[in-house]
């Protein structure tokens, strides 16, 4: 199997302050969420040598402002196809969270269901979070994936099964736990964030990330990291220490690779 299939990526941005994705292959190059403005995601895309022109589609997640802040924008300056499930779509259109966008660019990517586009498969399925119908997606060409995987509080044995041996996760490190206990945000806050429609801490990211992991898996990245519950380093450490302990070679085998909430990661090949 040749290993550059022209499926490649890069997560633009991830953290609590807005979150996006991009992804290519040899026929289509797709967005997932747009949690920033439009001029900043622009931005990123230059970072990694991309025109936003050549997008074809933006999905989106859920209708939390850190993952659709820019929607709007790009869909209405781009012409770009959007999908995200009827539920979520219900919701953003009914409280008007993203202005007018032309009834022919918005598509419906039902949770649980698998759509092609040209030579890529998406899978979509429902993870645990405190929105209308959160659903994350798993990419796939040429017996290569990378599944997107944050805003969840849990990860259940269904979600393992769908997302169980990719080459590549975006792994939700969201919060250190006694940092969120001792931190600035309210109680009620905190307790959404800790409940199980909240958001994986560093150590239940890594737990995760083992969980699924298997012999294709090459590359784990950390995930919408709280800029006031948590540091870089200590997301990293978790995560390396607890597979290393568990006999995974972090060296050579799987790396753990820092994302940032303010600039694009390098594109990589699948």
Known sequence: MNENNGFKY??????????????????????????????????LMSEIGRDIHDVDALLI?????????????????????????????????????????ADEQKHIFEMGKTITFGDLDIESFGVSHDAIAPQFYRFMKDHKSFVLLTDTGYV????????????????ESNHEVEMLRNGPYPWSTKQRILSDRGHLSNEDG??????VLGNQTKRIFLGHLSLHNNIKELAHMTMDGYLQQHDVDTKREVHVIDTSHEHATKLYDI
Do not use: C
Not at 22 to 34: G, H, M, N, S
Not at 69 to 90: C, F, H, I, P
Not at 156 to 171: F, K, P, Q, T
Not at 206 to 211: E, K, L, S, T, V
């Open 156 to 171: 259940s044995d269904r979600m393992r099964g769908v997302i169980e041996n990719a080459d590549a996760y975006l792994m």
């Open 206 to 211: 890594a737990a995760a990330a083992f969980d």
């Open 61 to 101: 997640t859920h209708e939390h402002s850190d993952h659709i802040k820019g929607m709007g924008v790009l869909a209405r300056k781009y012409g770009l196809d959007v999908y995200a499930n009827e539920q979520t779509w219900s919701e953003i259109d009914s409280k008007n969270m993203v202005g007018k966008i």
């Open 10 to 43: 890069s997560i633009l941005a991830s953290g609590s302050t807005g979150n996006s994705f991009y992804l290519e292959t040899p026929q289509k190059k797709i967005i997932v969420d747009a949690g920033l403005s439009g001029k900043k995601i622009e931005s």
